[in-house]
Nanobody
Framework: QVQLVESGGGLVQAGGSLRLSCAAS????????MAWFRQAPGKEREFVAV????????YYADSVKGRFTISRDNAKNTVALQMNSLKPEDTAVYYC????????????????????WGQGTQVTVSS
């Protein structure tokens, strides 16, 4: 089992920045790819960004590319999402998720390919 706890959400004006953090515990953190998803009211949960087990590779949804940066610290068992130039359409509950490296699966995948989830943190961007 892997436990994930997100923090850092809040209310911010359009154009502002927020930094989300996710703390992991329970198993070897470096055996998991770490991702952020988000879910807006009335919409499906969608992929935002993912970072590989070592941190050497990262991928982003087109909607956040160039504005968001995902990073991980395997020594501290944490993953972060730096969100800049926020837009009202970024408003959602943001979830941290972990995907075991065994068996191998695509990192850029839907929610069903992720094994563990945090409880979510609300991000609200006002116009």
């Amino acid at each position: 089992q892997v436990q994930l706890v997100e923090s850092g959400g809040g209310l911010v004006q359009a154009g502002g920045s927020l930094r989300l953090s996710c703390a992991a515990s329970g198993q070897t953190f470096s055996n998991y790819a770490m991702a952020w998803f988000r879910q807006a009211p009335g919409k499906e949960r969608e992929f935002v960004a993912v970072v590989s087990w070592s941190g050497g590779s990262s991928y982003y949804a087109d909607s956040v590319k160039g504005r968001f940066t995902i990073s991980r610290d395997n020594a501290k068992n944490t993953v972060a999402l730096q969100m800049n130039s926020l837009k009202p359409e970024d408003t959602a509950v943001y979830y941290c998720a972990a995907q075991s490296r065994y068996p191998y699966r695509s990192l850029v995948a839907g929610p069903g390919e992720y094994d563990y989830w945090g409880q979510g943190t609300q991000v609200t961007v006002s116009s």
